[in-house]
């Protein structure tokens, strides 16, 4: 079974500029979400799907962040603008079914560093 | 709002040691609990889940929850150096939110 996907790896960029990760969950996992981690730290949630709508993005952290899931499969974390305090990885993790019991899995991440 | 407090921070322990990891949370409701490993630079993988009060034993990994004292722990056995990790503490209070602690790094030296 494949795993999470993300792409890129790594991201470098100044303040100001825009930047967009990409999400390929586990196939047949309906329920996606996009964590950030800062350096040496625990993954804090930034919002989570059900297919393809948003059940919970009250996490995240301004009107410049945003994200997409449009056909319930893969899904789009983007920033405008960038800062300085977003320096992070973002990583996205999925899992089966609505159940509470079930496992969250997740991909490498992206590692963005903003100058 | 969950509050998910690991401890200790950073731990060292020679290869063969006996290595505790201890986490707190904040919701007496919740009910479903995980430890999650992750070696630098990859992927957090779940390592084990508790579902009820007592232990659970996987191979030189055992979880202990205590829920009256909002406690769950962590400890492994025979400590290889191939377990130096980042690794995290996972509560969900409800139905799909999973909160996580800010995580223990583990050293073994050989």
């Known amino acids: 079974e494949a795993g999470v996907t993300q792409s890129p790896r790594y991201a470098v960029l100044q303040e100001g500029q825009a930047v967009s990760f990409w999400c390929d969950p586990i196939?047949?996992?309906?329920?996606l979400y996009w964590y950030q981690q800062p350096r040496d730290q625990g993954p804090q949630l930034l919002v989570y799907?059900?297919?393809?709508?948003?059940?919970?993005n009250s996490q995240l952290p301004s009107d410049r962040f945003s994200a997409v899931r449009p056909k319930g499969t893969n899904s789009t974390l983007k920033i405008q603008s960038a800062k300085q305090g977003d320096t992070a990885t973002y990583l996205c993790?999925?899992?089966?079914?609505?159940?509470?019991?079930?496992?969250?899995?997740f991909g490498a991440g992206t590692r963005l560093s903003v100058l | 709002q969950q509050n998910v407090q690991q401890s200790p921070e950073s731990l060292i322990v020679p290869e063969g040691a006996r290595t505790s990891l201890n986490c707190t949370f904040s919701?007496?409701?919740?009910?479903y609990f995980w430890w999650y490993r992750q070696h630098s630079g990859k992927a957090p993988k779940a390592l084990m889940s508790i579902f009820s009060n007592g232990e659970k034993e996987e191979g030189r990994f055992t979880i202990h929850l205590n829920k009256a004292s909002l406690h769950f722990s962590l400890h492994i056995r025979d400590s290889q150096p191939s377990d130096s990790a980042l690794y995290l503490c996972?509560?969900?209070?409800?139905?799909?939110?999973?909160?996580f602690g800010s995580g223990t790094k583990l050293t073994v030296e050989p």
């Open positions: 196939s047949g996992h309906d329920t």
């Open positions: 799907f059900r297919d393809e709508a948003v059940i919970d």
């Open positions: 919701d007496s409701a919740s009910q």
């Open positions: 993790a999925s899992s089966r079914d609505w159940g509470p019991r079930n496992t969250l899995y």
């Open positions: 996972a509560v969900r209070p409800n139905y799909n939110v999973l909160y």
